[in-house]
């Protein structure tokens, strides 16, 4: 079955650039879904960080998307995130995940999700 | 922006009873509304969809309802494995963005 796996740097300094990828396994990331980054800093919520489409198309939070950019390597079927400029406030484990429309011309629902990275952001 | 308010922020109940947990959306998100459910050191899994639809594996004592701006996630019985924070999610088309809601735990009594 289809299976996501984060990777990438625990540790970035302060404003250094966060970057992780998301491989995607059993499955073609060409598949008609949105893959997602979503965060959650230690003991709070879940944060939608953005989407990308296999086509390249990207929505991205309003909150951080000045300094968010997802990108997809359609050959190596994953896609990555950047977080620029970061601080202890994006101290957070980091998921991936799969937003697919369960069903037809249904609305789009995470039902897949990777298991999470911690990234902390200190000197 | 829609934002989702969830409450009540904790829920205290025994095994066995039956729980309760409200969504409300600040503008109507139709019947476009989703629930997870995310236990420690896990990543979250999808409970129900489309308000009132369980996932493939979700127990039948997970039902979900409402429409418009107010949902529940009502849980019949609760098992032991069921004590874990619960969120709720929306998609809007425009602007194209996600949002959850902060979350309710609920908690052994």
């Known amino acids: 079955q289809v299976q996501l796996q984060e990777s990438g740097p625990g540790l970035v300094k302060p404003s250094g650039t966060l970057s992780l990828t998301c491989a995607v396994s059993g499955g073609s990331i060409s598949s008609s879904n949105w893959w997602s980054w979503v965060r959650q800093p230690p003991g709070k919520g879940l944060e939608w960080i953005g989407e990308i489409y296999h086509s390249g198309s990207t929505n991205y939070n309003p909150s951080l998307k000045s300094r968010v950019t997802i990108s997809v390597d359609k050959s190596k079927n994953q896609f990555s995130l950047k977080l620029s400029s970061v601080t202890a406030a994006d101290t957070a484990v980091y998921y991936c995940?799969?937003?697919?429309?369960?069903?037809?011309?249904?609305?789009?629902?995470?039902?897949?999700w990777g298991r999470g990275t911690l990234v902390t952001v200190s000197s | 922006e829609i934002v989702l308010t969830q409450s009540p922020a904790t829920l205290s109940l025994s095994p066995g009873e039956r729980a309760t947990l409200s969504c409300r959306a600040s503008?109507?998100?139709?019947?476009?509304l989703a629930w997870y459910q995310q236990k420690p050191g896990q990543a979250p899994r999808l409970l129900i969809y489309?308000?009132?639809n369980r996932a493939t594996g979700i127990p039948a004592r997970f039902s979900g309802s409402g429409s418009g701006t107010d949902f529940t996630l009502t849980i019949s019985s609760l098992e032991p494995e069921d004590f874990a924070v619960y969120y709720c999610?929306?998609?809007?088309?425009?602007?194209?963005?996600?949002?959850f809601g902060q979350g309710t735990k609920l908690e052994i009594k």
């Open positions: 503008q109507s998100v139709s019947s476009y």
């Open positions: 995940a799969r937003a697919a429309p369960i069903t037809m011309g249904g609305d789009w629902y995470f039902d897949l």
């Open positions: 999610q929306q998609r809007s088309n425009w602007p194209p963005r996600t949002t």
């Open positions: 489309d308000a009132s």
